[in-house]
């Protein structure tokens, strides 16, 4: 069994984009920058998105955080991301979900540029995407591609089995993992709450990305011998007895399920880590050869 290890990849791949970062500089091309939205004081949503601003920060890249209340209304917020779309010091932007329930995600995310899309949620770039053309994949199905890849997991021909479909995470891994690419050429199911007979479907798998968000939902006697396991779920589990008072859980017994893997995913560490360093290879893309 073999870890396929998110964060010392992430690392990696954070160190080969700093590179790029000064080569490009060193051409006279312009700093990558990336802005962020974050609308009202959710915890998990500033963790994530002072993680990715420093991120940004470490690999060179320009970054701008724009917060506002949870009380902006959604015209506020459309503004906000016209003015974004209109500054052309700003290569890509993310708006941090989820929004306050008076504002519209949908409309929001229609709002922003194609091209500046480093999320890649808006409708034209999903599309995009299912074509197969060049775009912006969303960060946390394109770091599960980048990790497969850098460990030459084999995908052509295999059945994969995606847990979830949601927008941001299942239902792109589904498409991506069938593409005529690789990663990528597998037979794919796509699963959800609806699904009937779900652990014969998971134990006939080679691969399974496990996106649901229930702690430990994948158990060992539904995987097979010699699976590749990728486990997207995290959860914040109580935990008195230590320091924080929680623990992170994915959605992978991985103790009972990880001796019987070829490859699998750990929790924290996996594919965390690779979810914030695809947004800063996105957001190195949306720069492309602008000058300084
Ligand atoms: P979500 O929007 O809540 O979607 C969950 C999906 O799981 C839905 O499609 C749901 O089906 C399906 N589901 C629920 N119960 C099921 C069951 N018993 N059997 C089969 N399918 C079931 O979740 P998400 O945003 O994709 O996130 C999933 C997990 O990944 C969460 O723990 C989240 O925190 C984590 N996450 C991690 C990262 C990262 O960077 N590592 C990024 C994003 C999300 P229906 O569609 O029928 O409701």
């Not at 060179?60 to 959604?74: C, H």
């Not at 599309?127 to 599960?144: K, Q, S």
């Not at 990728?230 to 109580?238: M, N, Q, S």
């Not at 750990?266 to 957001?283: F, H, Y």
Request: overall charge negative; charged content about 25%.
């Amino acid at each position: 069994m073999d870890i396929l290890d998110g964060k010392a990849t992430s690392k990696a791949i954070r160190e080969e984009i700093a590179e790029e970062v000064e080569a490009r500089k060193a051409k006279g091309l312009k700093t990558p920058h990336l802005a962020a939205v974050l609308i009202g004081t959710d915890g998990a949503s500033k963790t994530y998105v002072g993680s990715k601003v420093r991120a940004c920060e470490r690999c060179g890249f320009k970054s701008t955080l724009i917060e506002r209340p949870a009380t902006t209304s959604e015209r506020e917020l459309l503004e906000i991301v016209h003015d974004l779309n209109q500054n052309d010091d700003v290569d890509g932007f993310i708006v941090q979900l989820p929004l306050p329930d008076h504002i519209n995600e949908q409309r929001v995310i229609e709002a922003v540029k194609r091209e500046k899309d480093v999320d890649g949620f808006h409708p034209e770039n999903v599309g995009r995407m299912a074509l197969n053309l060049p775009t912006f994949i969303p960060a946390t199905p394109f770091g599960i591609i980048q990790l497969l890849e850098r460990y030459n997991v084999p995908t052509e021909g295999k059945h994969a089995v995606v847990i979830g479909r949601s927008h941001i995470v299942g239902s792109p891994m589904s498409i991506l993992l069938g593409r005529n690419a690789y990663p990528g050429n597998c037979t794919v199911t796509l699963t959800h709450s609806r699904t009937q007979n779900l652990a014969e479907l998971t134990r006939a798998a080679d691969i399974i990305v496990v996106a649901l968000g229930k702690p430990e939902f994948l158990k060992a006697d539904m995987v097979k011998e010699g699976a590749v396991v990728v486990d997207v779920g995290i959860t914040r589990v109580d935990a008195p007895e230590t320091e924080k008072g929680y623990v992170i859980k994915g959605d992978v017994a991985f103790d009972e399920v990880a001796p019987k893997c070829s490859y699998i995913t750990p929790v924290p560490g996996g594919v965390g880590p690779m979810t914030i360093a695809s947004l800063l290879k996105n957001t190195l893309i949306a720069a492309g050869d602008k000058k300084a």
